[in-house]
């Protein structure tokens, strides 16, 4: 009888699921990695435009407190043709209407069988006939009238109601984070200066500092609450497992302004950034190294910050580049 050794197999398995798992760990690494978050108001369903440190496709926003708009019902009773006028019928609608109807048919069939168009009558109900002959007629005589007036006056003119221009499909190409102008136009345009590019890459470093410190208070200064939220899952999720997640030597690379926009009171920038970094998961009771990570690497995200008029830049939206 043949024999199988299943001990290979199942240590191949264990190997297989252990490195599976490391590397699902360390992708979670770095706050907000592998998936977005955050809120972008009301464009954060939309994919902000490429720019020339992230040309690629932005991936969407996956966690966010913001609600999708729901889509329009559709109607369930086909629309009419466009163009085309809900006319009644010859006679009207109703009751009399189809009583007409009715007589003027009748009239017909007797006039086909060669009775008259109320022949079928007689005395009294001959007399009446007639009257009804002269009544119809003299109907029939003003709808036919009234129709080829109607057909004689001209139509309307109709078209699409007129769009409004979209100033911000014509924007010039997105500049470095060191230039003064900014990328978009518009009537909601927010202008971002220098100040505001200082502002971005200073934030960049002190939120991912503040992170590998675990300082939720830190955080609470430079990120929204809904990006707190998220940050602090997942400084509990390193904790359970036991790790801490270190993030040290930020440096933005590069850094362009994909949009600015108003909302309200509120302003929008998002601008993508590329920094290297070195971030590796250390024993959270040793602090021996459970993963190094890749060394220096480089990253490249699109980061949206907002701020009340006249307040602070703070992070509200993070967002990965395919």
Known sequence: MLRFNLRPLAATLAIAMALAFGAATYAEARGGRGFGIGSRGTRTFQAPPPTRTAPGVTRPVERSVTQPAAPQRANTAPAPARGAVNRPGLFGGGVLGGLAAGFLGAGLLGLLFGHGLFGGLTGFASVLGFLLQIGLLAFV??????????????????????RDTDLNR???????????????????????????????????????????????????????????????????????????NEVRDVKLEQGDLAESWREGDTDYATV????????????????????????????????????VRNGPWMLSAIQQVA
């Open 141 to 162: 005589g003003v709808l036919l009238f009234r129709m080829w007036q109607g057909r004689r006056q001209p139509a309307l003119a109709g078209g699409p109601p007129l």
């Open 170 to 244: 014509d924007a010039p190409g997105p500049l470095p984070m060191s230039a003064g102008a900014a990328s978009t136009t518009g009537l909601d345009f927010v202008d971002i200066t220098p100040a505001d590019f200082d502002a971005f890459e200073r934030l960049l470093g002190e939120i991912q500092a503040a992170y590998s410190a675990e300082d939720l208070n830190a955080l609470r200064m430079r990120v929204t609450p809904e990006v707190l939220s998220y940050f602090a899952e997942e400084l509990a999720d390193n904790a359970s497992r036991g790790v801490t």
């Open 272 to 307: 993508a950034m590329r920094y290297s970094l070195v971030d590796r998961l250390l024993d959270r009771a040793t602090g021996r190294v459970v993963d190094p990570g890749n060394g220096r690497e480089d990253v490249t995200e699109v980061w949206t910050f907002r701020r």
